[in-house]
């Protein structure tokens, strides 16, 4: 029997480009689109698409049923700035649509979920260097909460009902085929797109503020991988640190500055950079790559060169 994914959220910045190399590997067919508006080109028109609002649980049965879905990524959520500014809504979308697919997964015999975390699951007692993958956790952010209640949530699924629950603490993350959806990494993009327009950014951190990120090739990569391998390698069923490079604003845009000798960022840290001091500096993810062989691919220097080259060519 085939796979058959649904995507929940593919209009995001993870799922605009996770939809176009799932159906490379799985068939245009077997990979269904949705989300609650109506994203890009590609992943609309390049295969099956369905309008569907994660609290609906009628909706997502019937799209389920429709399909055949064996599998499921939920990506839906509202990240961290938005979420400090909505945190009833950031609650309900982050938890109550988490508990709507676990509990549909159990209803509707789909073994295989995958469903992202983040470092916002950190907090202030968080060692700063090599967050550990056990460590203490006190967020003091609705995404964080959000996120570290949800990593409860697949665990205890997985250990009650055999939900093969997977997951991944995302860092920053960064491309250049989806504009970020309310991030506090989100700088990391910008930077690139007002560097290439008016060679001048105006950052929301600090110079200083160095935060865990990873380029999007590398994130896709992570995640299919980790949905990919044998579920006797899946020793972590809360969710996995992963982690590219740690790296500040200044040095980003010293990097930046390399291909674009007239660039200027300058800095007015913000509420954002409240959540970013909270943060760990950078993580350990030695467990990630010990159990399914995790590695990243892009360091700062090329992850830099290639944002300048493809976002030139959308610009």
């Known amino acids: 029997m085939s796979e058959v994914i649904l995507v929940i959220g593919a209009s995001g910045q993870i799922g605009t480009e996770l939809v176009v190399k799932l159906r490379e590997m799985y068939g245009t067919a077997n990979v269904v689109a949705s989300d609650i508006q109506i994203p890009s080109y590609d992943v609309m028109e390049g295969g099956p698409f369905e309008l569907l609002d ?8 019937k799209a389920i049923e429709k399909h055949k879905v064996t599998q499921i990524y939920l990506l839906a959520a509202l990240l961290s700035a938005t979420a400090e500014h909505h945190p009833k809504a950031a609650w309900e979308l982050n938890i109550t649509g988490l508990l709507n697919i676990l509990s ?9 979920l995958f469903w992202p975390s983040s470092i916002a699951v950190f907090g202030p007692n968080t060692p700063k260097e090599n967050a550990p993958q056990m460590t203490i956790m006190d967020p003091n952010t609705v995404y964080g909460i959000s996120k570290q209640a949800g990593e ?7 250990r009650h009902h055999g939900i093969d629950c997977r997951s991944i603490r995302y860092p920053g993350l960064i491309g250049h085929k989806a504009h970020p959806g309310g991030g506090t990494t989100d700088y990391a993009v910008h ?8 060679k001048s950014y105006n950052c929301f951190l600090d110079k200083d503020a160095t935060l865990p990120m990873m380029y999007m090739p590398d994130a896709i990569d992570a995640t299919i991988k980790l949905m990919e391998s044998e579920s006797s390698k899946i020793n972590i069923r809360s969710s996995y640190n992963v982690s ?7 040095e980003l845009a010293a990097e930046i500055q390399k291909h674009i000798k007239r660039f200027k960022c300058t800095y007015s840290p913000d509420s954002r950079q ?3 001091t909270s943060w760990p500096r950078s993580i350990d993810d030695s467990v990630a790559r010990e159990a399914w062989g995790w590695k990243p691919s892009f360091n700062l220097q090329q992850m830099t060169a290639d944002m300048l ?5 959308h610009l």
């Not at 994660?54 to 049965?61: D, E, G, M, V």
């Open 54 to 61: 994660i609290l609906n649980k009628r909706q997502i049965h």
């Open 191 to 198: 930077i690139f797109i007002e560097a290439l327009k008016n």
């Open 244 to 250: 590219g490079m740690s790296f500040s604003p200044s």
């Open 152 to 158: 409860r949530w697949c665990e205890y699924y997985h």
């Open 274 to 276: 409240q959540l970013a």
């Open 309 to 313: 080259s493809n976002l030139k060519y």
């Open 104 to 112: 549909i997964c159990t209803k509707q015999n789909i073994k295989k």
